[in-house]
């Protein structure tokens, strides 16, 4: 299949990776209908920030995911969806569990049984690399064990399934995309780059952050939106879960390291013991084996490895050095 002249919704399109999957999706040619969810202030996320030109070929669907009616109506005449809308924050999922279940889990069920009814050729659900909980071994391929270590973890587990069900149940031509830490401009203080960048960018001779020893398998956003685009177009990947990941580990410390002299900075890292998960919460390693996706489909990372990642981090330490845009974040409080 080819995205170029289809009708896609794209779910959670207001948010970091899905307004640059629509930045990307428009300039292959396709046509967006970007879900966001509903507020008063009338704001489409990060999707107002984006050029006017982008802006003005995709139309916008004000609605929420835990809506069954709303969601059928975003998808109606459309081909392909691809479904990012969901609660990722995990700290948060810990103070309403109830909120991920509703959102993630029934979220999912929404866009599934919609897309089952209106016969949408193509559905890419979006996983995470959490539902793996600590590598059991590593690099970690698609067979390793589901272990939710957070409610956030357990309530995309469920999802997950939900998905492969819909598939084997009723041949729903759905594909399950797994990214590992995604990364880059745009990206809410909830996630662990954002919290050096802004920091650093900010002034801060000293930085707070939780645990320092876990690993990450850090992957640039638009290696993740060209892997979506690569999943979606790829008859092959009907049916399977397939990791999106750089191929390089790197511990949080050093990630930190990295950020500073990405911004030719010298700084201290402190621990916040506010910022640490429950002990057997804590997700010790990640790192991805992607080596399906590649034979599947042909995606490979053009920021993979140490050096990409060195590339990539540069990028995003540019971004958060713009006082325009850091003016956004919130660099002296814990955003959970």
């Not at 948060?92 to 279940?101: A, E, N």
Request: a negative charge.
């Amino acid at each position: 299949m080819n995205l170029s002249g289809k009708r896609i919704l794209v779910t959670g399109s207001d948010g970091f990776i899905g307004s640059h999957l629509v930045e990307d999706l428009i300039r292959r040619g396709a046509q967006v209908r970007a879900f966001v969810l509903y507020n008063s202030f009338g704001s489409w996320g990060w999707l107002d920030t984006l050029s006017e030109e982008v802006r003005s070929s995709i139309e916008v669907f004000a609605g929420d995911i835990r809506d069954p009616h709303g969601v059928r109506v975003a998808m109606e005449g459309c081909q392909v969806v691809l479904h990012l809308a969901a609660l990722i924050a995990i700290p948060y999922s810990y103070h309403s569990p109830d909120t991920y279940v509703d959102t993630n889990v029934k979220g999912t069920l929404n866009v599934l049984q919609a897309a089952r009814d209106l016969g949408v050729e193509r559905i890419v659900h979006t996983s995470t690399s959490e539902v793996y909980g600590s590598a059991q071994f590593v690099p970690i391929t698609e067979e390793h064990p589901l272990h939710g270590q957070s409610p956030y973890s357990a309530s995309k587990i469920g999802a997950d399934q939900m998905a492969v069900a819909f598939h084997r149940s009723f041949d729903l031509p759905v594909s399950l995309i797994r990214p590992f830490n995604t990364y880059g401009p745009r990206q809410s203080a909830r996630a662990v780059i954002p919290t050096v960048l802004a920091q650093i960018a900010a002034g801060y001779e000293t930085i707070k952050l939780g645990a320092l020893t876990p690993t990450r398998d850090f992957s640039f956003v638009t290696d993740t939106t060209a892997g979506f685009i690569a999943v979606a177009e790829c008859d092959a990947a009907i049916g399977e879960v397939l990791n999106v990941g750089s191929g390089f580990e790197v511990s949080i410390g050093d990630m930190a390291g990295l950020a500073a002299e990405a911004l030719n900075r010298e700084v201290e890292v402190t621990l916040d013991p506010e910022r640490l998960r429950p002990q057997k919460s804590e997700v010790d390693r990640l790192w991805a084996d992607a080596s399906k996706v590649r034979e599947l489909t042909g995606w490979a990372p053009a920021y993979g490895g140490r050096e990409g990642f060195k590339r990539g981090l540069a990028a995003t330490a540019s971004w958060f050095a713009d006082p325009a845009n850091l003016s956004a974040y919130k660099a002296d409080r814990y955003n959970i």
